[in-house]
């Protein structure tokens, strides 16, 4: 869907990605072991993990089932391995109390005219993205954009 040309190379064919949300506690036994080496327990639990993410695929999309050809499960270790994380956490800052009171969030930066946005400008998740572009917005039009989206 995303990609003009996929049809034309896969016809017929399509990708999906499931996200869900998982506790660092399952992992942790693993957190001292190598990439792609991680032993039988571990495999086990992506196993059982990427059934019941399939599983709600299924009972929302019941014609898929026996259509998926591959599947691969990232784990909080995958995101400490390639992305440098320490916990797993892959989507910005963790959600401590620490994080939202830094002070130092927001649209403006010490760069003239560069102006930020995304989820660790206002809050975390879909609808801080969502947020932060109006911050980032408020900021660029100098007025309060969320009002401007009320009355819109």
């Known amino acids: 869907m995303k990609d003009p040309s ?32 991680r032993g039988a327990d571990y495999e086990r639990l992506k ?3 990427t059934g019941e993410l399939l599983g709600q695929v299924f009972r929302f999309c019941p014609q ?14 995958s995101f400490n391995h390639f992305l440098g994380r320490e916990r797993g956490d892959f989507m910005s800052l963790a959600h401590t109390p ?10 403006h930066t010490h760069v003239p005219g560069l102006l930020l946005t995304g989820q660790d400008v206002a809050s975390a998740g879909v609808s801080g993205a969502i947020m932060g572009g109006v911050v980032a917005a408020s900021a660029a039009l100098e007025r309060d954009a969320l009002e401007d989206l009320a009355t819109a």
């Open 98 to 107: 620490q994080r939202f009171a830094l002070r130092d969030l927001g649209a």
């Open 64 to 77: 898929l089932e026996g259509r998926i050809d591959h599947t691969e499960l990232a784990t909080p270790l």
């Open 6 to 37: 996929w049809e034309s190379r896969y016809p017929g064919r399509t990708t999906i990605d499931i996200a869900g949300l998982t506790t660092w506690s399952l992992f942790e036994p693993y957190a001292d072991s190598a990439w792609m080496r």
């Open 47 to 49: 196993d059982r993990l």
